[in-house]
């Protein structure tokens, strides 16, 4: 059986009940931030009648018969495309789109307000908007590893869950705007972000280390968006914030292990990971050794 239906514009796209009028089923959904959603989606074969919608849609497929047939029409341009695993989707806001399929598929949509886009970019661009511009049946292995790992934070929250959440989308911003945009970065003009800037923010770091600490918190203490925050702190560092933070966590809970006074299981909470086996696992990557071997060795 073939759906066919035009989807409204206005669909809530997180209604299991008003999707599956038009043969989904929402298998995960997840808020990444305000206004970005990452939803996964089980879809029967559909015909979808020249829709557009009011946020940007951008889709990868995660499982579909290699015997699909696809077609898609945006802007008259009639097409049909190989739709294969990882294959990925940029359905902008307010594009008329019209595709159909005759068999089922499930893909991962990153959905958000063009508004989102052009506030997280609105340190590098020149101009009011970002225009994201159409692109069908793509292979990007960035996207699809941005994707997975966001996927992956939402079905098992780690340490510092928000922080790494936000450097990967400032990531896929970035991207995006390099590849897929009609709007091409501009250089900033240096001399606001200091010194003396990012002494506040590590001194912050520091006091909060056991804190589950967000990039948009940190950038807040610096008076900058995340974005341009995040570019600054790289350029002064030479690594991310929370590349950063999980550093600072894994010295401090070294001069704790040296103190023999807490347990492996109290540090780890004491310098703000989440038990004691996150601990092992970033002190053995920065180490070499686990905090155990560590002792035996001094």
């Not at 829709?51 to 802007?75: C, G, K, L, M, Q």
């Amino acid at each position: 059986m073939t759906f066919s239906k035009k989807i409204p514009y206005d669909v809530d796209l997180s209604n299991q009940e008003e999707m599956s009028v038009f043969g989904v089923k929402i298998l995960q959904q997840g808020n990444l931030s305000e206004g970005i959603y990452l939803r996964h989606y089980y879809h029967l074969p559909f015909e979808m009648l020249n829709n557009a919608f009011r946020i940007h849609s951008i889709n990868i497929v995660t499982n579909v018969s290699p015997d699909i047939d696809y077609e898609d029409n945006t802007e008259g341009k009639s097409q049909k495309r190989q739709l294969k695993k990882q294959s990925i989707t940029f359905v902008p806001a307010d594009t008329p789109y019209y595709a159909n399929w005759n068999q089922t598929m499930s893909y991962l949509s990153l959905n958000f307000d063009p508004i989102i886009l052009k506030q997280k970019l609105n340190d590098i661009v020149k101009g009011d908007t970002v225009e994201l511009l159409p692109h069908f049946s793509y292979s990007d292995p960035l996207i699809s590893s941005i994707f997975q790992a966001l996927q992956q934070e939402l079905l098992n929250p780690g340490l510092c869950g928000q922080l790494y959440i936000d450097s990967l989308l400032q990531t896929f911003y970035i991207h995006l705007l390099r590849n897929y945009c009609v709007q091409k970065p501009i250089q900033i003009s240096p001399g606001s972000f200091s010194k003396t800037i990012l002494n506040q923010v590590i001194d912050y770091i520091q006091a909060n280390l056991h804190q589950n600490l967000t990039l948009t918190e940190l950038a807040a203490i610096a008076k900058f968006s995340p974005n341009y925050f995040a570019t600054q702190f790289k350029k002064y560092i030479g690594i991310t914030p929370h590349q950063y933070l999980i550093g600072q966590r894994v010295a401090k809970a070294k001069k704790l292990l040296l103190k023999g006074k807490l347990t492996l299981a109290e540090i780890a909470i004491k310098v703000g990971f989440a038990d004691q086996s996150h601990l092992i696992r970033h002190f053995r990557k920065a180490m070499g050794v686990t905090p155990k071997k560590f002792l035996l060795k001094q």
